[in-house]
């Protein structure tokens, strides 16, 4: 299993309705046609020591193997998904891959 972590850095304007009320949503129904297994969303509300948080929202996507995810994202609804962050996030959010 593939774990994608694309983590919203903090200090960069996000518009958190959009985002809510209709990526979460796009990426669950366009993606899952694609290999999306599943996915979960987590509002950052602090740390351990009381200092910033680096990210405001960090999401995670799990596909079956990285050659699901590749085909994924090289889909026309990958890229839809991918060019859908510039209509609630200013800049790009870190995007990280993982094996679970």
Known sequence: MIAITVAYQSGNTMNTDYYYGSHV???ENTL???GLKASEV?????TPTGDPAPYQ???TLYFESMQAYSSAMASEAGRHVLGDIKN?????PDIMIGEV
């Open 25 to 27: 949503q796009m990426v």
């Open 57 to 59: 929202i960090i999401t």
């Open 88 to 92: 609630f996030f200013e800049g790009m």
């Open 42 to 46: 987590r509002k950052i509300v602090g």
């Open 32 to 34: 899952t046609d694609h």
